[in-house]
């Protein structure tokens, strides 16, 4: 086996436990449409950076962060919900995304240096770089880390938030940090899972263990592992076989969800 597919896997399996360990948070403070907005929403990155032919990652992770805080941000009204919100902004943000990549293309039909959208629509395991297994691992010491120290602390903002922020916690703060770290992850998902799928490696996880278990911290662990052996198999499976790897992860946890599904619904 090749050191370029070693990293290909490596970098797979902390992908798949980066969103693992947050799909938790996202699917209990009901964050999981965010989840769809932000990756979407760093469409309209992606077909910017290609139209100015700037780097890719920088400028999707930008559009990702600025999505996601800008609808953190977004003041409460009761004539817009916030479901309403994200869905205008992911349309505006798609829309942009492609009108800009469809004039890069026309403009530039000889030149395709600097990629095509379908790419990062779909990822590929080509564009895996030894920097992206660095940063994904970064990334799952900062979460775990984080998990593990203020476990009590996030199990009072998630179930809690008026309780949290009676207690003194920075529910504001807290609750853009999560949105910061989930941005992060989308746009390090982006290569190998593609804007379109990268959602659901974050809420499948955590929705599937929480019909294995009803404890939280096991629904975190659960979610870890699941996430990290289906990004591993689905990469393995790609790489033999020269398939795109966000598909068959995907469809792997899917398969998990099913059939916890069906024996969860034959428990009752």
């Given at each position: ?89 992911l ?26 959208l ?19 691992a970064?990334?799952c ?45 989308i746009?390090l998902?982006m ?78």
């Amino acid at each position: 086996m090749s050191t370029e597919i070693i990293l290909t896997l490596l970098t797979a399996s902390l992908l798949g436990i980066a969103c693992g360990a947050q799909s938790f948070l996202v699917v209990h403070r009901r964050m999981a449409f965010m989840g769809h907005g932000a990756s979407h929403g760093m469409i309209a990155g992606v077909g910017l950076a290609l139209f100015l032919h700037w780097p890719v990652f920088p400028v999707a992770l930008l559009s990702a962060l600025a999505f996601s805080l800008g609808v953190g941000l977004l003041p409460k009204r009761d004539d817009i919900s916030s479901d309403s919100a994200i869905g205008i902004m992911l349309s505006a943000a798609v829309a942009t995304g492609l009108l800009l990549s469809s004039v890069h293309d026309h403009v530039h039909a000889d030149d395709c240096g600097g990629g095509h959208l379908e790419e990062f629509l779909v990822g590929s395991l080509t564009q895996v770089h030894v920097g992206d297994a660095y940063f994904l691992a970064a990334l799952c010491v900062a979460v775990i880390t984080l998990l593990s120290v203020y476990w009590r602390q996030l199990l009072l903002f998630l179930f809690d938030p008026e309780g949290a922020r009676t207690a003194g916690l920075p529910v504001t703060a807290i609750h853009l940090m999560s949105l910061s770290i989930l941005a992060v992850t989308i746009a390090l998902a982006m290569k190998i899972a593609g804007v379109l799928l990268v959602g659901a490696l974050i809420i499948i996880p955590s929705v599937t263990a929480g019909l294995i278990t009803q404890s939280a911290s096991r629904v975190v662990v659960i979610s870890i592992v699941m996430g990290a052996l289906a990004a591993l198999a689905g990469s393995l499976v790609a790489v033999t076989y020269g398939l795109l790897p966000g598909p068959i992860i995907v469809l792997l946890l899917f398969g998990i969800f099913l059939v916890a599904r069906l024996f969860a619904g034959k428990r009752q």
